[in-house]
């Protein structure tokens, strides 16, 4: 059974950094890709940064230029710079495979950024 565990999540003041990792029990490479999500307040759950299988980054916009997302071995990591309060939310991590997508999510980790 895959496991992905956050951790890093933390109250830090605006212009501050934080750095989520998220550790799977299995070999990322496994997955078509692996991606950090977050949900703020009464909002809908929300894409911030994907790496693939091969590589590839996206970000949303919102997070271009300032997120960071990277893999080492069997671990995701989140770098967040610049953070604004407006990126407050709790952040999942998530990875999805198989031609008919199949997800898996870790529990999530709380981000707050104080103004």
């Known amino acids: 059974q895959v496991q992905l565990v956050e951790s890093g999540g933390g109250l830090v003041q605006a212009g501050g950094s934080l750095r989520l990792s998220c550790a799977a029990s299995?070999?990322?490479?496994?997955?078509?890709?692996m991606n950090w999500y977050r949900q703020a307040p009464g909002k809908q759950r929300e894409l911030v940064a994907e790496?693939?299988?091969?590589?590839s980054t996206n970000y949303a916009n919102s997070v271009k230029g300032r997120f960071a997302i990277s893999r080492i071995k069997n671990t995701v990591y989140l770098q967040m710079n610049s953070l604004r309060p407006e990126d407050t939310g709790i952040y999942y991590c998530n990875a999805w495979e198989g031609v008919v997508r199949f997800d898996y999510w870790g529990q999530g980790t709380q981000v707050t950024v104080s103004s």
């Open positions: 790496i693939t299988s091969g590589g």
């Open positions: 299995t070999n990322i490479f496994r997955f078509n890709a």
